[in-house]
């Protein structure tokens, strides 16, 4: 299969018999198949969508393909070509994915945009980071913000780590303060 190719899921059913296709809808089932719909709330063991979104999926098993979900909450995720904006997962693999907040026991992302990630253990391949926190990063072409992790592996760009925040902080609140004091002084003078 080719990476612009849809793949091939079951007849698009929640399911038994229950269509899928009103927007906005409820859904819960054993096993639930989504192509191209909008939903508000998935509850079911095993979920995958195909260029559809959901606003809150629970589920033992989530795969999205070209999708967004604002919620996930999920035993295995995974996900390419998608837009997320919080998952809360055991295993989560994202590939060609944009996330907000990743919260996972072990994460694996290629060519993917995170917010901030938390994670046991995290591989981020050719992958970008605001804030990642985790026991053990493995990366290779990671650019991030800021790590906080005891173990690093790998290529890593950090544009910050904890000491030049803490350098920025004490510069920021002694510029702060200088200002506050020069402003005191030149209204004591008047």
Do not use: C
Not at 17 to 40: C, F, T, W
């Amino acid at each position: 299969m080719s990476d612009n190719e849809l793949p091939e899921f079951p007849t698009p059913l929640v399911g038994a018999g229950q269509p899928v296709g009103e927007a906005g809808a409820e859904y819960s089932a054993e096993i639930a198949n989504l192509s191209r719909v909008n939903v508000n709330r998935i509850d079911a063991e095993l979920v995958r969508m195909a260029q559809s979104n959901a606003a809150e999926i629970n589920a033992d098993e989530v795969d999205i393909r070209q999708g967004m979900a604002w919620q996930v909450r999920a035993e295995s995720f995974s996900v390419s070509n998608g837009l997320i904006g919080r998952v809360d997962a055991g295993h989560a693999a994202m590939d060609f994915n944009g996330a907000v907040v990743v919260s996972t026991s072990q994460a694996d992302a290629t060519d993917s945009n995170i917010g901030i990630l938390s994670s046991g253990v995290a591989h981020l391949q050719d992958s970008r980071a605001g804030m990642v926190i985790a026991r053990e990063l493995n990366g290779d072409s990671l650019r991030a913000g800021l790590v906080l992790t005891r173990q690093v592996n790998g290529n890593i760009q950090v544009l910050m780590d904890p000491a030049r925040v803490m350098l920025a902080g004490l510069t920021a609140g002694v510029a702060v303060g200088l200002v506050l004091m020069a402003t005191n002084l030149l209204r004591r003078n008047r």
